[in-house]
DNA sequence: GACTCCTCTTGACACTTCGCCAACAAGCGG
DNA sequence: CCGCTTGTTGGCGAAGTGTCAAGAGGAGTC
């Protein structure tokens, strides 16, 4: 033994630490729900005081939040390796591509995403919000519509909707596991094409 | 004043109990959080003792439970009114309907279906789960299935995947309004038809 | 190598909320 | 008018959360 020279504890670079307590709240979430999930499960898995948290992240709800924002942020620059082609390869691809993501994420993606929520909460609603808007602008891109065009909103309204689509189908596969994989990319590359090339066309002359 | 004989509370029959702090707690729950109601105002709210709450409910959650239940118990007799014809006229009968019984319930139904909750709920989970089941049972059966088709299971996963995009619909219409309700009519009619004709007939040879 | 100082980290305190339980009293039946 | 059933109360203990001042790690300095 070489003296006591052992810490009791090692100190950190504050976003060193404050990526840890997050990595271990976001595991944490996305096992159990929020209320089963106390700040002390959290700081005990990150080793570290109940406290620290706190200061790091100020409420146990701003740190949920972080987390699912996290999760729910898709990176728009895979979208735009998205090759050029018939309207169908397009909405193939795109759907192929994000089967592979969201395979990947899983938990994350799935309790994000979960509706079964006890209650309802305005910052988390808002955030949600703001994640479908933002993917369905992405979608949209894809799909060769232009950000400016004038009925924008209108096609992010419409888009949005598939969206819920395509989180229920994400659970029958990957909660469920009542469709595969090859079912699921059936499906919802089916309906978007229907979406681009029958929907969209016919709502814009409905806007009264 | 006719002497002291005024009791500091009135007896009341346990149904009638029960059904008075059941009203009191869905009127809250429908207007803030679930976290952010307290047994306290719920108990407040019905001039009655917290610990009443538990005695007759076990716990705050078990009565949230009760009432997400109630709320989303619908009429399942309507169903049956449906015309036969061609699948595009059967489908927009269908999804006309639905938007009827929709634009009336409103309120009742937005507070059911919106996702925005902080965390997981297995139980309410499952009772979301079985509304979707029923009611997509209905559609299928409304389409002309049966129900003792040999792939049951995945039809009804492949309808529950376009009731996610039905509540999405939902939203973007009453809730946003961004979409009125001849676009919403003409997404998810021209999508259901498209489950029906086209994805249906090809997830059946995808399930290894 | 010892000292200093900055700030990351801890541990305890105050407060709120929830489930439990024993005692109390409303009001019907005798 | 009285006693018994049971609906109802009120307080206790446990669990969880946010705050804060004090303590300790460790890099920089002489």
């Not at 060769?144 to 989180?167: H, S």
Request: glycine letters at 8%.
């Amino acid at each position: 033994m070489t003296a006591g020279s052992a810490p009791k504890w090692r100190r950190l670079e504050p976003d060193e630490r404050r990526e840890q307590i997050f990595t271990c709240a976001a595991e944490l979430f996305g096992e159990r729900p929020y209320a089963a999930v106390s700040t002390a499960d959290i700081a005990a898995r990150a080793g570290v005081a109940r406290g620290l948290i706190n200061h790091y992240f100020g409420t146990k709800r701003e740190l949920y939040l972080a987390v699912v924002r996290r999760a729910l942020t898709l990176s728009p620059s895979a979208a735009a390796t998205l090759p050029d082609g018939s309207l169908a390869e397009r909405t193939d691809a795109a759907v192929d591509w994000f089967l592979d993501m969201v395979g990947k994420q899983q938990k994350m993606w799935l309790a994000a995403i979960t509706p079964e929520g006890i209650g309802r909460d305005e910052e988390v609603e808002r955030i949600l919000d703001e994640a479908d808007r933002d993917a369905a602008g992405l979608v949209l891109e894809a799909m060769g519509f232009d950000r400016g065009d004038e009925r924008w909103e209108q096609l992010i309204a419409l888009v949005r909707t598939y969206g819920g689509m395509v989180k229920a189908a994400s659970r029958e596969w990957l909660d469920r596991g009542t469709l595969n994989r090859s079912q699921v990319h059936t499906v919802l590359s089916q309906v978007l094409y229907t979406l681009v090339a029958d929907v969209i066309p016919r709502a814009r002359h409905q806007s009264e």
